[in-house]
């Protein structure tokens, strides 16, 4: 069902500096200052061309800087088209991990026909951005991260994992990416083949994915005929049981609300959950964990001082009442408990309130959400488990999405080691 194809890369050359230098994270968690501190370290720095901000259109600039970088050799196109082994090595607590995936140029489907699958709801704003730039260079700088289901395709990447990489570069997180290329014609055309029954489950860059439709539509509009390269987009695809893939938790922030009640919610919320209040933090995470190895939805609740409550759904059933228009999927994960039994139903946050981030804003760090409850910026701070790879994959294969901020891939593939040329 999809189809996917060799691509001949634009790469930074030795002219760019050292690739440390030019590589960056995703556009959208850099703030300004970062944007600065990268341009500073190195003018060709990737954020350049992916986030433009210089001139009276940004965008203008931005076409004309990559056009730059090509005259000169900052950028080069690799000579032979290629589905390319893309390596992270990252640590956690319990020691050093490994995902990988392959990068290749993927071919543009609607949502509608089942082929690449949303499982997040997207901004207007940020899918506008992101046209105007692919309108000003052509370009996709940076992957949209996918998911799917065959783990016999890891052969086929890990034995070209054996040779040496075309590149190699440790960010300043301390994270080691590496790229590898496949250019054999015969290995390429069994992948190919392999994924023509694949479906993809897109787990980051859901606005990447619906502005290459767009603007593939809007080439078209204007004279573009169909079968260019502006039918694809790049796409990093990970098989979704490899070990290395980790979701993490993306927790949510309570601000600005009036007659704000923390006792009264948690009488509020004993009609259905367990409430264990004066938990110290320190337990929080831990009892998390377990909810979550049991099954269980759970929630910690902190509003200050040295001790959280645990919030535990007595019956899962509920949501089947209160969301019957719901695959089961969808009611059944935790962001849909949380938003409907509390965030709406009890502190009166509805959809489009979240959307605003009027009463609410996120973050995937549990020291942060602490941190910033502890000293009054927010009034309080639920802590939520991560959700689960195979939750993504059945919602998304009702044909449905998860609220925005329901996931956090980790880790961020990294923009700058390939760019794919649509022209």
Not at 90 to 102: K, R
Not at 160 to 185: N, S, Y
Not at 327 to 344: G, K, M, P, Y
Request: net charge negative.
């Amino acid at each position: 069902m999809a189809e996917i194809r060799a691509f001949r890369a634009l790469r930074f050359t030795e002219a760019a500096g050292p690739l440390a230098e030019v590589v960056c994270p995703p556009y959208d968690i850099i703030s300004e200052e970062q944007r600065r501190e990268y341009l500073a370290r190195n003018a060709n720095n990737i954020i350049r061309l992916e986030l433009p901000r210089e001139g009276a259109d940004p965008y203008a600039v931005a076409g004309e800087v990559l056009e730059r970088m090509l005259a000169e050799g900052v950028l080069k196109q690799d000579d032979t088209p290629a589905l390319y082994v893309y390596d992270i090595e990252f640590a956690l607590e319990d020691g050093t991990h490994n995902v990988y995936g392959m990068v290749a140029q993927l071919h543009l489907e609607e949502f509608s026909k089942g082929i690449v699958l949303p499982h997040e709801e997207t901004l207007s704003k940020a899918k506008q951005d992101r046209l105007n730039l692919m309108k000003a260079t052509a370009c996709n700088f940076s992957d949209v991260y996918g998911l799917y289901n065959d783990e016999g395709m890891n052969t086929y990447l890990a034995a070209a994992m054996q040779g040496e990489p075309l590149c190699a570069v440790t960010d300043e997180a301390g994270l080691t990416h590496r790229l590898w290329a496949i250019t054999e014609p015969e290995v390429i055309a069994a992948i190919q083949a392999r994924f023509a029954d694949t479906k993809l489950y897109i787990a980051d860059g859901h606005h990447r994915y619906e502005t290459a439709i767009n603007y593939r539509n809007w080439l078209r509009e204007n004279g573009t005929p169909a079968g260019t390269d502006a039918d694809y987009i790049m796409m990093m695809m990970v098989e979704m049981s490899h070990p290395g893939l980790v979701v993490q938790p993306t927790h949510r922030l309570l601000r600005d609300l009036s007659n704000f009640d923390p006792a009264a919610l948690l009488e509020s919320c004993r009609a259905r959950f367990e409430v264990e209040e004066a938990l110290p933090l320190s337990a929080i995470e831990e009892r998390l964990a377990a909810a979550y190895g049991e099954g269980k939805r759970a929630f910690g609740f902190y509003t200050g001082g040295d001790t959280a409550a645990l919030l535990t759904l007595r019956d899962l059933s509920v949501m089947d009442t209160e969301l019957p228009a719901l695959s089961e999927a969808s009611r059944r994960l935790d962001v849909n408990v949380l938003h409907t039994l509390i965030l709406e139903q009890l502190l009166g946050i509805d959809k489009a309130n979240m959307a605003q981030q009027i009463n609410l804003t996120y973050t995937r760090s549990f020291t942060e959400a602490i941190d910033v409850v502890a000293n009054g910026t927010f009034q309080g701070a639920f802590l939520l488990n991560p959700t689960r790879v195979s939750e993504i994959r059945d919602v998304a294969a009702a044909g449905e999405k998860m609220p925005q901020k329901s996931t956090y891939f980790y880790p961020k593939l990294i923009t700058g080691l390939t760019v794919n040329r649509l022209k």
